[in-house]
């Protein structure tokens, strides 16, 4: 079973407009409106590729409850805790000229909700995925992930982390299965600017060495490069076609990834699968379907490995 954590949910309002005049009254001319976080986006994706789950984490009010509905309505197994104050966030998307967002901050999060998660995370087992994705809520520890995976170390479950930074850092320790950072991302946790697939590989490397058995670094328009954990660089290039959005792309990758290595037990497989769905999503006005990604899946886009240069 998948199972993934999302501690800041959200209703994502996407409006579209032409352009943006700020002190001026703008129109739409076309609104969406999605259940996101970075891990519910992963349960979607998951589902929508036919890969059954579990969505874990903290909703309240009534913006909390239509976040249940709408991941029930997908088909996820929504088992979030409940929390007594506060609403669950709404969070702007607007792409205009140029693409902005607001960002809600969410309801706080106390000690007896954190034990009540700590208590369902009892359940998962040997062969499990637990997806950690997205930033911290300030009413969190922020070294939170390090310590679900020190309580959940020696039990044979297998983590991917979404992460930046020192979040991510913290848990490398544990061995996750799988880590995602973006060229961006890699290159900030090493004080770097990444501009040669070299560099990345380099970078990804030293993230093996620190305890990450998977690396996927995802590049946008460039495509995605893995290094696994067998001492082989994959690299493949991006789909070609319109991006229309860019919320949630990254996530929509590594649901793929997980999608396809789970079906298939082959990195190269799943990475295809991964460039697929995040490329599809950025082609999509929201979270792609899987006649979509399916689609992109028949495109003839290079993929190929290499030994790892370590």
């Known amino acids: 079973m998948v199972y993934t954590v999302t501690f800041n949910p959200a209703i994502d309002y996407v409006v579209r407009m032409e352009s943006f005049t700020a002190g001026a009254v703008n129109?739409?001319?076309?609104?969406?409106?999605?259940y996101g976080g970075k891990g519910i986006n992963v349960s979607v994706m998951l589902r929508r590729l036919g890969v059954a789950n579990t969505a874990l984490g903290f909703v309240a009010g009534f913006t909390g409850r239509a976040v249940e509905e709408g991941l029930r309505t997908e088909g996820v197994n929504a088992d979030f805790i409940r929390l007594s104050g506060g609403l669950?966030?709404?969070?702007?998307?607007?792409?205009?000229?140029?693409?902005?967002?607001?960002?809600?901050?969410?309801?706080?999060?106390?000690?007896?909700?954190?034990?009540?998660?700590?208590?369902?995370?009892?359940?998962?087992?040997?062969?499990d995925y637990l997806v950690l994705a997205g930033s911290v809520p300030a009413s969190l520890p922020a070294d939170i992930y390090r310590r679900i995976l020190e309580r959940l170390r020696g039990r044979g479950i297998?983590?991917?982390?979404?992460?930046?930074?020192?979040?991510?850092?913290?848990?490398?320790?544990?061995?996750p299965f799988l880590v995602k950072p973006n060229s961006v991302e890699l290159g900030a946790m090493f004080d770097a600017r990444l501009e040669t697939d070299g560099q990345i590989?380099?970078?990804?490397?030293?993230?093996?060495?620190?305890?990450?058995?998977?690396?996927?670094?995802s590049r946008a328009a460039r495509g995605a490069i893995l290094l696994d954990e067998t001492g082989l660089v994959h690299k493949i290039t991006a789909p070609k076609g319109q991006v229309k959005n860019s919320v949630g792309a990254g996530d929509?990758?590594?649901?793929?990834?997980?999608?396809?290595w789970l079906e298939t037990g082959d990195y190269a497989a799943a990475l295809r699968m991964g460039t697929a769905a995040g490329s599809a999503t950025a082609f999509s006005d929201g979270l792609a379907e899987r006649e979509q990604v399916e689609k992109l899946l028949e495109m003839n886009y290079e993929a190929f490995p290499s030994p790892s240069a370590d």
Do not use: W
């Open 158 to 175: 297998q983590a991917v982390v979404d992460a930046e930074g020192g979040l991510l850092r913290e848990t490398l320790a544990y061995r």
């Open 201 to 217: 590989e380099d970078c990804a490397g030293r993230l093996r060495q620190m305890g990450a058995r998977n690396i996927l670094v």
């Open 27 to 34: 129109r739409t001319a076309g609104e969406l409106i999605q």
């Open 252 to 260: 929509s990758m590594a649901a793929g990834f997980l999608a396809g």
């Open 88 to 127: 669950t966030r709404i969070n702007i998307k607007m792409m205009a000229d140029k693409e902005s967002e607001i960002n809600g901050r969410g309801p706080d999060i106390d000690q007896a909700a954190l034990a009540a998660l700590y208590a369902k995370l009892e359940d998962l087992t040997a062969g």
